[in-house]
């Protein structure tokens, strides 16, 4: 059954005020850049499904570069622009909001392609030459993907994800997409536990909770945030079934 428009009105509450809307953290940023060899001291950066911009604002104290930050969801980019506005990077990240299957950016225009936790939504096989024809030769494209790391998966677990993301698969499977697309791994790595706390399922347990409060006497909204909340109790619970893995190629 899909979602009800009251899920998504929820739903949407606790995810814009959180730092960043998936799994990920500053050092794992860093270290995928640090894979990335090459890169001008300024590099023309892209960040598909940036969210409020969480990585989006690791990558802009990570590199010189300047950073074109994409979202399809209007309050996550008003939120980036606040953050944007905020630290003075006007002149270094433009956030816009567009779809990433068309963001009517030229081609060949970016010396790299980042995305966390996004691509699944249009499919690699779709993502994969997007983001392609989007780099320079030579260019990087660095991304997460949600991979499952066991077959024995609590069925609560994978009725989750197949919600999500239904053609959701293992490693090798996300290297046989590369492969098909002509993009060069460089190299991968899984994303460590502290990344899935420190900035994504720790605030939302404290969101979660707040708004538990505010909707106190309304059944339906409390009935979302339960299911919104059982998330991260299920990864404490089964989080070895699964992984986000990043993912380092070259054009």
Not at 103 to 124: H, I, K, M, Q, R
Not at 174 to 191: C, K, M, N, S
């Amino acid at each position: 059954m899909a979602p009800s428009a009251r899920f998504w009105d929820i739903f949407f509450e606790v995810y814009e005020a959180l730092p960043r809307q998936g799994p990920g953290n500053r050092a794992s940023a860093a270290r995928a850049l640090g894979m990335c060899p090459g890169l001008p001291a300024a590099p023309r950066i892209l960040d598909l499904g940036c969210g409020v911009g969480g990585q989006t604002l690791h990558l802009a104290d990570l590199t010189r570069g300047r950073i074109v930050a994409v979202d399809n969801h209007a309050p996550f980019i008003e939120r980036l622009q606040e953050s944007v506005a905020a630290r003075g990077l006007e002149d270094r990240i433009r956030p816009l909001c567009a779809d990433m299957a068309d963001t009517g950016l030229p081609a060949g225009s970016f010396d790299l392609v980042w995305s966390e936790g996004a691509l699944y939504n249009l499919g690699l096989d779709t993502a994969l030459p997007l983001c392609r024809r989007l780099l320079r030769p030579g260019g990087h494209l660095v991304f997460t993907d949600a991979v499952w790391r066991k077959s024995d998966v609590p069925d609560e677990v994978r009725r989750g994800f197949e919600l999500d993301y239904p053609g959701m698969g293992v490693t090798p499977d996300v290297l046989a997409a590369l492969a098909r697309h002509d993009l060069e791994v460089l190299g991968h790595f899984t994303l460590p536990d502290a990344a899935w706390w420190e900035d994504f399922y720790t605030p939302m347990a404290a969101r979660v909770n707040e708004l538990r409060r505010v909707y106190a006497v309304n059944p339906e909204a409390l009935s979302v945030l339960d299911a919104i909340g059982r998330e991260p109790e299920l990864h404490a619970a089964h989080g070895d079934c699964y992984a986000y893995e990043f993912f380092v190629t070259k054009r």
